[in-house]
């Protein structure tokens, strides 16, 4: 258990985080639904595009920020303008304006454009102050709350964000979102000051971010498990499938729509609940390889599924498959990184997460053009698989990676 004298910040910097991925996901499900239905599964993957783009770009530049300047800060700033983004989302959908489908697409894509540079800072710069507030001791125990409540607030964001499409429509259903953004600003400015630590006032950027880029080099472990991430994800992942699916193979509506959309995080909340309850002890990095290659095998489950409740069911198990490379990688990430370099090595791990979430959406649209929905789903699930093959003869240590 997180000690008592800690349980007051702890507890409102979990709040900011529940309420602002909260927010963040409903904003990202009733995108994707908005842009499918303004255009196609090929546009939704151009929506992930626009935000991976200034996401990576930024993330180079955010990492050394953060571990120069005080955290809170830049996380109470984040989350003031996500909420403004969300507004003008509410904004440009309402109906009093006669804007074209295009004009929509066009400030969507801007505005997502925005969102993937502030998450650049917000995410690097939350993961980077836990360590600030828990002891090294009790660090692992902080992990798996963050975690958990990262899924609880996805699984919340993707299904009541079908939900209030169905119930407010899309206009409503923004303003809601960022009424949540705002409410996770209020719990950050309740944490305590998260000043920089043993950082080179006058070191040059370039040279702080090649350290940053050295140490994930360097430490093989952490490597492979993120280049595994990036890629198995890349390739298998289905969000950007999953309105098409939806409305044309399922047959199915909004709300329907947001539970399927939330079947993954569903998974994975219930895979980290079991870890948080009976903790990996061993042989964690074969246990990873395995989960990732039945997350592949899930995706193509999903893509040959023709019924509902199955559909539903490979991507829950899929989600359960996938947490257990999320509690990996983060354990890791936390345990041995450096307090000076925090910042740095959360924002690359946040290009490789941008990488496999916002570049494997695009991969999504690109596929589903060129080779049709179904085709493409089974392809990225078998290359997921193949990527474990890979990432076994790449990185023979991982099999053998304990902490």
């Known amino acids: 258990m997180i000690s008592k004298t800690l349980t007051k910040e702890f507890r409102h910097f979990i709040f900011s985080r529940l309420f602002f991925v909260l927010g963040l996901r409903m904003i990202t499900t009733i995108v994707i639904y908005q842009v499918f239905h303004l255009a196609s599964t090929y546009m939704v993957g151009f929506a992930g595009l626009a935000?991976?783009?200034?996401?990576?770009?930024?993330?180079?530049?955010?990492?050394?920020?953060?571990?120069?300047?005080?955290?809170?800060?830049?996380?109470?700033?984040?989350?003031?303008?996500?909420?403004?983004c969300g507004l003008m989302l509410a904004i440009i959908s309402l109906p009093y304006f006669q804007f074209t489908n295009s004009t929509k697409l066009s400030v969507i894509l801007s505005v997502v454009f925005c969102t993937g540079i502030i998450r650049s800072f917000a995410g690097p710069a939350a993961n980077s102050m836990i360590?600030?507030?828990?002891?090294r001791e009790e660090l692992q125990n902080a992990i798996s709350y963050n975690s958990s409540t990262w899924l609880i607030s996805s699984i919340g964001g993707h299904a009541i964000g079908g939900l209030l499409i169905a119930i407010l429509g899309i206009p409503g259903a923004y303003f809601v979102t960022a009424a949540l953004i705002f409410i996770a600003g209020i719990f950050a400015l309740q944490l305590l000051p998260k000043p920089p630590v043993n950082v080179k006032a006058n070191e040059p950027m370039i040279t702080s971010i090649k350290k940053g880029f050295s140490f994930v080099y360097h430490n093989k472990n952490l490597l492979g498990v993120i280049s595994?991430?990036?890629?198995?994800?890349?390739?298998?992942?289905?969000?950007?499938?999953?309105?098409?699916v939806a409305s044309t193979v399922l047959h199915t509506g909004a709300i329907g729509y947001g539970f399927l959309n939330a079947a993954m995080d569903i998974g994975s909340l219930i895979s980290v609940g079991i870890l948080v309850r009976y903790p990996m002890k061993q042989k964690q990095g074969l246990k990873m390889l395995m989960a990732v290659?039945?997350?592949?095998?899930?995706?193509?489950?999903?893509?040959?599924?023709?019924?509902?409740?199955?559909?539903?069911?490979?991507?829950?198990?899929?989600?359960?498959?996938?947490?257990?490379?999320v509690v990996v990688r983060g354990t890791i990430l936390q345990l041995f990184t450096p307090d000076e370099l925090r910042g740095r090595v959360a924002?690359?791990?946040?290009?490789?997460?941008?990488?496999?979430?916002?570049?494997?959406?695009?991969?999504s649209g690109v596929t589903s053009r060129m080779l049709g929905t179904v085709p493409a789903i089974i392809f990225g699930g078998a290359m997921s698989v193949l990527v474990v093959a890979g990432t076994w003869i790449k990185f023979p240590q991982l099999k053998k990676l304990e902490y």
């Open 51 to 84: 935000e991976f783009v200034p996401a990576v770009i930024a993330a180079l530049f955010a990492g050394h920020y953060i571990d120069k300047h005080n955290k809170k800060n830049i996380l109470v700033w984040s989350y003031a303008f996500y909420t403004l």
């Open 131 to 135: 360590a600030a507030i828990v002891p």
């Open 228 to 244: 595994l991430d990036l890629f198995a994800v890349l390739f298998g992942g289905a969000v950007a499938f999953i309105p098409e």
């Open 293 to 325: 290659a039945c997350f592949g095998l899930c995706i193509i489950i999903f893509g040959l599924s023709k019924v509902y409740w199955l559909s539903f069911m490979a991507l829950l198990v899929a989600g359960l498959c996938d947490a257990v490379s």
């Open 347 to 363: 924002s690359i791990n946040l290009i490789f997460i941008n990488s496999s979430n916002e570049l494997g959406q695009f991969e």
